[in-house]
């Protein structure tokens, strides 16, 4: 069983950068590939990253390639999304999710968080 508990959210400005963090409970967590996704009013949830379980591999949606930047903390069971040049379209909650051997965005994900708001501005 992983608990995910994301935190960073906020309000910022176009143009500006935030960092998110997903603390995971469990002695497993470095078995799991770590996402990130989006979820924006009156839209689908999408991707927008992931990591596997040793760093090695990422993967990103194109629309935040050269933008956003996944890492991970296995020490620390933590995984961060690192959001620069913020756009309005960036505005969404953001979920993490753990996934067991996840190669692909497709999943599948075993475990998500509650989600937490990041609100971009013009």
């Known amino acids: 069983q992983v608990q995910l508990v994301e935190s960073g959210g906020g309000l910022v400005q176009a143009g500006g950068s935030l960092r998110l963090s997903c603390a995971a409970s469990g002695r497993t967590f470095s078995t799991y590939t770590m996402g ?4 924006a009013p009156g839209k689908e949830r ?5 990591i596997s379980w040793s760093g090695e591999l990422t993967d990103y949606a194109d629309s935040v ?3 956003f930047t996944i ?4 020490a620390k069971n933590t995984v961060y999304l690192q959001m620069s040049s913020l756009k309005v379209e960036d505005t969404a909650v ?3 999710a753990a996934g067991y051997r996840v190669a692909a965005p497709s999943g599948p994900w075993n475990y998500w968080g ?4 990041v609100t971009v501005s013009s």
Do not use: I, M, P
């Open 36 to 39: 990130w996704f989006r979820q």
């Open 71 to 74: 890492s991970r903390d296995n």
């Open 94 to 96: 953001y979920y993490c």
């Open 65 to 67: 390639k050269g933008r």
């Open 114 to 117: 509650q989600g937490t708001q």
């Open 46 to 50: 999408e991707f927008v990253a992931l």
